[in-house]
């Protein structure tokens, strides 16, 4: 298959999964190392439960349009199946499976390039999707950093369930007060996560103004080219006149 054939294939919800791919594992990283703090370890566990019901759902999706279903269970599909189980202790064999689902997703990107033309192709889906992406990231990072940074036991965010309340009316730019960081650190933190609440309102705004402008813009189009084709049908009526006579 030659690169410019490629570029055809790679669509941007498999850049949506080569993404969430990414980001989970380093989610299980953080659940190895951050054992020490077990409100952290809650928030950690979240986003990887969230992250495995997407799985789950590429998963059924993908067997669904499968070809040859037998097949891709005996080579993809038991992987993607195992790569869905979150972090159960009795079932940690699942977590093996999502650095295969990543090495399945990016088989297929042999150069930066062709994920390039991807994304510029269709830049408006592909820009959804990664807005998704980027507010699991923020939401967890930041969540579990307040938690990290703030003290315990002068805290206003305490627990898990403090912190991701706390993240999503920050990033959403709501910011009701009942809940704020004290520490230096994760007023530094909740700062971050304002300016990127900002910025993927207006990356939303924008497809929001896109996808409403987007049916005048075709019909524009389509005026063009009949225009164009009422010209060269003209030129040629023309050349037939100017025809010397035998």
Partial sequence: ????????????????????????????????????????????????????????????????????????????????????????????VGRLARIFRLLRVVRGFKALRVVSHAFLERRAESTALAAVVVTILVLTVASASVLYFEDPSTANIRSAEDAIWWGITTVSTVGYGDKYPMSTEGRLVGAVLMATGVGLFGVLSGLMASW?????????????????????????EVAQLNRPVP
Avoid at 230 to 236: D, M
């Fill in 1 to 92: 298959m030659t690169t410019s054939q490629a570029d055809h294939h790679v669509r941007p919800y498999e850049l949506f999964v080569l993404g969430i791919s990414v980001l989970s594992i380093f989610i299980l990283a953080g659940l190895a190392t951050l054992k020490a703090y077990p409100e952290v370890h809650r928030v950690l566990q979240l986003a990887d439960t969230i992250i495995a019901v997407a799985f789950l759902l590429d998963f059924g999706y993908t067997l669904a349009h499968a070809p040859d279903k037998i097949k891709y269970m005996r080579t993809w599909g038991w992987l993607d199946l195992l790569s869905s189980i979150p972090t159960v202790s009795a079932l940690r």
């Fill in 212 to 236: 409403f402008l987007k049916p005048k813009a075709s019909q524009h189009e389509k005026s063009m080219d009949d225009l164009h084709e009422a010209i060269e049908a003209l030129r040629r």
